[in-house]
């Protein structure tokens, strides 16, 4: 699996946009950016992902540029809640299972 | 359909004792994944199994430490004679077959007296 690159930390205001960074400047083709977060104490929770096409759901969207050695996750109106550890993965999607590959990620504080 | 269930939440432990931690993975799913926390780092992987079956162990430490997940019942992680460096989140992931989503559970915290 790719390495990626993510700031220790960053703040961001109650209700703004909390937008996350992320490099992986190795990707391989056939490999995806998986975001997951883990609040305190609590098992990491998945975010979103993406292969190549900026992707959004419920809670985040994920642009990936065109290169794919980056991608950024949005968060659209940060909520107190939001204050956790944003991991930024990639991996190869396949059958079968495989271990994830967890960096040190972004510890985002939420402040009101 | 309930999520990851791990048990207990939090153990404690004196030198020496063993620890067991439990994991139900989501109805379903057949790969299980354990990963440690140590306080103020990221999860590192330890090992994965499917029904009976240890695929990936590489990240397991080569004494102590064991596995399983049986054809019946919950998978069990093993730690023999443990060590205060034990002390850590221990946190069980699963995903149903044909995928490589995960799902995590809430946790055991060990603590090692």
């Known amino acids: 699996d790719a390495k990626t690159t993510q700031p220790t930390s960053m703040d961001c205001a109650e209700g703004r946009a909390a937008n996350l960074p992320c490099n992986h400047s190795?990707?391989?083709?056939?490999?995806?950016v998986y975001w997951y977060r883990q609040i305190h104490s609590q098992g990491p929770q998945y975010i979103i992902h993406g292969l190549k096409n900026n992707e959004t759901n419920e809670m985040a969207s994920l642009i990936i540029t065109e290169d794919r050695k980056s991608s950024t996750l949005i968060l659209p109106h940060a909520t107190l809640r939001d204050t956790a550890v944003y991991y930024c993965?990639?991996?190869?999607?396949?059958?079968?299972?495989?271990?994830?590959?967890f960096g040190a990620g972004t510890r985002l504080f939420v402040k009101a | 359909n309930a999520g990851v269930m791990q048990n207990p939440r939090h153990l404690v432990r004196r030198r020496g004792q063993e620890a067991r931690l439990r994991c139900s993975p989501m109805?379903?799913?057949?790969?299980v994944y354990w990963y440690r926390q140590l306080p103020e780092e990221g999860l590192k992987f330890m090992v994965y199994?499917?029904?009976?079956?240890?695929?990936?162990e590489s990240g397991m430490p080569k004494e102590r430490f064991s596995a399983e997940f049986p054809k019946e019942g919950p998978s069990i992680l093993r730690i023999q004679q443990v060590v205060r460096g034990d002390s850590a989140a221990y946190f069980c992931?699963?995903?149903?077959?044909?995928?490589?989503?995960?799902?995590f559970g809430p946790g055991t915290r060990l603590t090692v007296l």
């Open positions: 190795t990707i391989s083709g056939n490999e995806y």
């Open positions: 109805k379903g799913h057949s790969h």
């Open positions: 199994l499917q029904k009976e079956n240890i695929i990936d």
């Open positions: 993965i990639v991996r190869v999607l396949g059958t079968g299972g495989f271990k994830t590959i």
């Open positions: 992931a699963s995903s149903p077959s044909g995928s490589n989503e995960q799902f």
